[in-house]
Structure formats: C-alpha cells, structure tokens
C-alpha cells in the first residue's frame, strides 16, 4: 500500500512544480513560500482535527519533538530554495534537480540510520545522479 501513496506523493509533487511555478511569476518567492506554506498548514491541520489525532500530541518525547522540528527547518529551507530555483529557472530542470534528493536520502540513510545500502539501491542512486548531472549540463 506504501508506493500508492509514493505514487501520490510524486504526483502532487509534479503539480507543486507546475503550480508553483506559474504562481511565483513576478512574486517575491519567499512570500510565495510563506503563502504556499499556510496552505499546508491549514490542511494538515484540518485532517489532524478532523480525524481526532489531535490527544496524539501529549505522547510525543522531547526526541520525538526534536526532530520534527528539525525536520520542518529542513523543509522550509528546501521550499524557500526551491521557490527561488523555480523562479529562476525552468520548471522541467528545477524539479530534477531538486529530485536529487533521493540519491541524498539513500546516502544518508546508510551513513546516519545505518540502513543497508543494497547494490540495486546503489546503482539507482547512481543513476539519479547521472542523470541530474545530464539535466544540469
């Protein structure tokens, strides 16, 4: 059920960058972050209130809150960057690009969580960086 919801995620995320760039069409692109970033708050939050997951929020450890709000500065410098790299460049090469995020992940999560890197999942991270660097050039 997990690469449904992987499928969905690549999807939006397309549409984020498609969306994304024509709204940032003469606009600051840290306002169009910060705009873009209320939205997605309010949904998060009306699917939280809405399904009753909100009593979740007094079981979270200091280690649990740590590192979402690790998490969410990471975020938010990704979109500002991102928002920036839209407006100055073509969606078709932005969105690549930034994608290289998932050869970074499979790196990082060998070295940091220790998770076995598999010659399958080396080979494919090899490959996206090739073929970001062929996009770039």
């Given at each position: 059920?997990?690469?449904i ?46 399904r ?14 740590i590192?979402l ?38 790196i ?23 073929g ?6």
């Amino acid at each position: 059920m997990w690469w449904i919801y992987a499928l969905l995620a690549a999807f939006f995320a397309s549409l984020t960058a498609i969306f994304g760039k024509i709204g940032v069409t003469n606009v600051n692109s840290d306002l169009a972050t910060a705009i873009r970033t209320i939205i997605i708050l309010l949904i998060a939050w009306a699917i939280v209130l809405a399904r009753g997951e909100f009593k979740g929020i007094a079981t979270l450890s200091k280690h649990n809150l740590i590192f979402l709000v690790l998490s969410g500065v990471a975020t938010g410098l990704s979109w500002i960057f991102y928002f920036k790299a839209l407006q100055m460049g073509k969606a078709s090469q932005v969105a690549p690009v930034d994608k290289l995020s998932v050869a970074l992940t499979i790196i990082l999560s060998a070295i940091i969580l220790k998770e076995v890197l598999t010659v399958k999942t080396a080979i494919g991270a090899t490959l996206i960086i090739i073929g970001t660097l062929v996009l770039i050039f």
